[in-house]
């Protein structure tokens, strides 16, 4: 992109700048936790733009989670309780929006608690994390076909999200009784392997606090090869190498903030309990082969009204280096970026509009 071209210079001193440390992550009982040995940490994007959207369509289907751009075409991903369907169809052509499909319920071709959703190679697909089930369709169908069948892939366990590599292959994170990040797993539910791992864990943290204090939105490179992750009560990215040995990196900033919390217990279940302290960090993401884009909140659980909802997108490149700060000119929920990198793509929460935005 030209525009990270043209300030080469001033990124080479931003990231020349950042010092590597050991990142602790404190919880109210003054615990440690070790969230990543090599972390480095910056104050400034060596660039900030202003991005003022333009409104496309009035979107009245329920809340964007998430959106996904396929040819002319924005499939969106929807969540709220009196949703009918899961997905929709815009057509950046048209300017229509299609009807909706993988209706909610527990019949047949029905999910109840779609969680979250992707494109991977010819699929798409979303996870219900009610049902513990993966519904996937062929991509194609899914935006010529009013009603696209799904095949449906039953799981033995819930997690907190998922990437489908292919039919039989899932990458999941928050699986509760692992130390690592990270499992590759089959249909079967069998481990392949699993990197990331939390190797300085308290002796009095609970594992199911830990994994639930550091629910994170991970995201698969489109050509393969690195997945990117981000927290949601943190503002650290890490970067995985899939292929052996296992490499990664990790970068905070430029706030800079830890994650706090106390230990809550319901039953047989330890759990984050947030505190006044509690931030949102990244709420959700996008991902080119060129670029990553995290919509990023910031807001305390004070103001919990409005902490799922970003007026910030940081941009980083695939070898974890700040690249540029989006300032947005509304609040917005769910994100995508054409592969071009130059359009943006989102919800806005205030007005009820699907929005895009040129960000280069």
Same mark, same amino acid.
């Given at each position: ?34 969230? @990543? ?36 075409? !924005? ?7 009196? %949703? ?12 229509? =929006? ?22 991977? &190679? ?77 190797? @300085? ?31 949601? @009560?943190?503002?650290? !990215? ?28 319901? &039953? ?14 990244? %709420? ?16 305390? @659980? ?25 300032? =947005? ?32």
């Amino acid at each position: 992109m030209s525009i990270y071209n043209n300030e080469k210079k001033n990124s080479r001193l931003t990231i020349l700048s950042m010092i590597p440390f050991f990142f602790l992550m404190a919880c109210k009982n003054k615990d440690k936790i070790v969230l @990543h040995e090599n972390i480095t940490s910056f104050s400034k994007f060596p660039k900030e733009i202003n991005v003022s959207f333009k409104e496309l369509y009035e979107y009245n289907k329920g809340t964007p989670k998430s959106m996904h751009s396929l040819d002319s075409t !924005l499939i969106i991903f929807n969540v709220s309780h009196k %949703i009918e369907s899961f997905f929709y169809n815009y057509s950046l052509k048209t300017g229509q =929006l299609s009807e909706g499909y993988l209706k909610k319920g527990r019949g047949p071709n029905e999910a109840i608690g779609g969680f979250c959703s992707g494109l991977s &190679g010819n699929n798409l697909w979303a996870y219900d994390l009610t049902l513990k089930k993966i519904f996937i369709t062929d991509k194609t169908k899914a935006i010529t076909n009013n009603n696209p069948s799904f095949h449906v892939s039953p799981l033995k366990t819930d997690f907190y999200n998922i990437i489908l590599l292919d039919s039989n292959r899932f990458l999941v994170n928050g699986k509760e009784d692992s130390k690592f990040k990270i499992q590759e797993i089959d249909a079967s539910g069998e481990v392949i392997t699993e990197f990331g791992e939390f190797k @300085h864990i308290p002796a009095d943290m609970p594992l199911g606090a830990l994994k639930d204090a550091c629910h994170s939105f991970f995201f698969l490179k489109p050509s393969g090869g690195k997945v990117a992750m981000s927290y949601l @009560h943190t503002d650290v !990215l890490e970067i995985y190498d899939m292929e052996k040995p296992f490499k990664s990196k990790a970068v905070q900033g430029p706030v800079g903030f830890d994650l706090d919390f106390k230990i809550g217990k319901r &039953g047989k279940y330890n759990y984050m309990e947030k505190t006044d302290e509690t931030k949102k960090a990244f %709420i959700a993401g996008a991902v080119t082969d060129k670029y990553i884009y995290l919509a990023y909140s910031g807001i305390s @659980h004070t103001k919990k009204t409005d902490w799922s909802y970003a007026k910030f997108v940081y941009v980083y490149d695939w070898d974890g280096n700040p690249v540029k700060k989006l300032n =947005l000119d509304r609040r917005i929920s769910g994100l995508t970026v054409s592969q071009d990198d130059k359009t943006m793509y989102s919800y806005d929460v205030d007005k009820g509009f699907l929005v895009e935005a040129k960000i280069n």
